[in-house]
């Protein structure tokens, strides 16, 4: 195998693994064999995500050292963040409204019990304000923020620290060449855990298809072709747009980061694919400091293809239950979804859970959310692989908003890619 690619490997795990949880559809027992195998992969990439994160930012951060400069960078993140995310909620609606994709499903066999599970994050979602995020990103004890992993926390630690590291001068270069170190470390590390991935894909895919077997997609059919045909048009169309303004294409990023694409697909998992999307848009010409900064900060604020997903798939609900949703209705849930989307980010099953927070103010029953509940893995796959792909596009925009990029340094790696094809 060490022949072929890290992508075919993983593209060989994900048909191996269908093909085995398509062999044992309905099998439970399966589970303890194939379930064991996802489980320690993903710890393995939660396990360096946080270390890297926090290198990564002290010594980008360390590096600006100047307050002005770096919140400036923050401003313009975060309004390129919104900017795009709300695009992605006016796509999502308008495909909603063009296809249609929830009319005409009976919703007679639903129950409130099938959700039942999904209550206590909801109650969460629900009562978590916008106020809230703002007030949570200054942690209150950094050691349970690292344990939490909450992503938002850790990053205001790191730039601030990182800032500190700068302002000490001479006394602070001990403290940078550590964290220097600590980065390098853990993109060995990152390297060396990759190669463990093709395996972590069978199981996890696996154990996915051998519980809602690959005919669980058919009577969803609609919806599934709908949100992929959706995410498609929005990377070609919006992405590819943004990117030729940049002076790129959105064609270069998929081939720059095929391996993370296929990687995130199969695992349903931004996380999964972090460190490698920090690595490779610094090798393409963007500053540490940036790729640092915007890569982390964009898995809480800049979710394009989960925002996408939640607007059609509120829309797909209503149809389903009849229900015609005005304009000015439309226009309350893309606004709610802005919001919410927002606020609870980093809680597991997000998607979910945003849509939970969401239906009510349009007057949506929540328990139609039980419908889609079997096939939310395969659409998380699709819409973690729009996140990452918005992410990685951002780290450029950012490098040429503020004048950074390197574009020597981005042809030359373009080249080892071609080279190496």
């Known amino acids: 195998m060490k022949k072929f690619g890290l992508a075919f490997q993983i593209l060989v795990g994900l048909i191996l693994g269908i093909i085995v949880g398509a062999v044992f559809y309905g099998n439970p027992a399966i589970g303890a064999y194939l379930q064991p195998l996802g489980d320690i992969f993903l710890r393995l990439i939660k396990m360096i995500v946080v270390p890297i994160v926090i290198s990564s930012l002290i010594v980008g951060v360390a590096g600006v050292g100047d307050i002005k400069k770096l919140g400036k960078l923050g401003g313009k993140t ?16 308008l495909v909603a409204n063009v296809v249609k994709p929830g009319a005409g499903l009976n919703m007679e066999q639903l129950t409130k019990s099938d959700i039942s599970k999904y209550v206590d994050t ?23 923020s690292f344990v939490a992993g909450d992503m938002l926390a850790i990053i205001f630690f790191s730039v601030i ?17 550590f964290f220097h170190g600590v980065a390098d470390a853990m993109f060995w590390v990152t390297n060396l ?6 395996i972590g894909v069978f199981g996890l895919i696996g154990i996915t298809v051998s519980k809602f077997g690959v005919a669980s997609l058919l009577p969803l059919g609609k919806l599934v072709i709908s949100v992929y045909a959706a995410m498609f048009l929005f990377v070609f169309v919006i992405l590819g747009a943004i990117a030729k303004l940049c002076g790129t294409s959105i064609m ?18 931004s996380e999964s694919v972090l460190p490698k999307v920090i690595e490779k848009m610094e090798k393409f010409g963007v500053p540490k400091a940036i790729t640092s900064f915007v890569v982390p900060t964009g898995y809480s604020f800049n979710l394009d293809g989960s925002t996408l997903y939640q607007a059609l798939a509120a829309l797909f609900i209503a149809q389903m239950y009849g229900i015609d949703l005005s304009i000015s209705q439309q226009v309350t849930l893309m606004l709610v979804l802005m919001v919410t989307s927002k606020g609870i980010a ?12 969401t239906l009510g103010s349009v007057g949506i029953p929540l328990e139609g959310l039980a419908f889609i509940a079997g096939i939310d893995r395969i659409l998380d796959m699709a819409r973690t692989v729009v996140n990452v792909l918005g992410n990685s596009l951002a780290t450029v925009v950012m490098a040429k908003w503020e004048g950074h990029y390197d574009q020597k340094k981005g042809n030359q790696y373009l080249d080892s890619i071609k080279q190496a094809a």
């Open 346 to 357: 980093g809680v597991p099953g997000v998607s979910f859970v945003v849509l939970l927070a």
């Open 78 to 93: 975060i309004l390129y963040f919104e900017i795009v995310t709300t695009i992605a909620i006016i796509f999502g609606l």
């Open 252 to 269: 270069m990023f998929i081939r720059i980061l095929k391996d993370e694409l296929i990687l995130a697909y199969s695992t349903a998992s």
């Open 193 to 198: 855990i990759m190669r463990f991935a093709p």
């Open 161 to 177: 620290f990182g800032l500190g590291v700068a302002a000490i001068g001479e006394r602070g270069k001990p403290v940078l060449a």
């Open 122 to 144: 909801t109650e969460k979602a629900t009562n978590h304000s916008f106020t809230d995020t703002f007030v949570n990103i200054v942690p209150k004890n950094i050691f349970e």
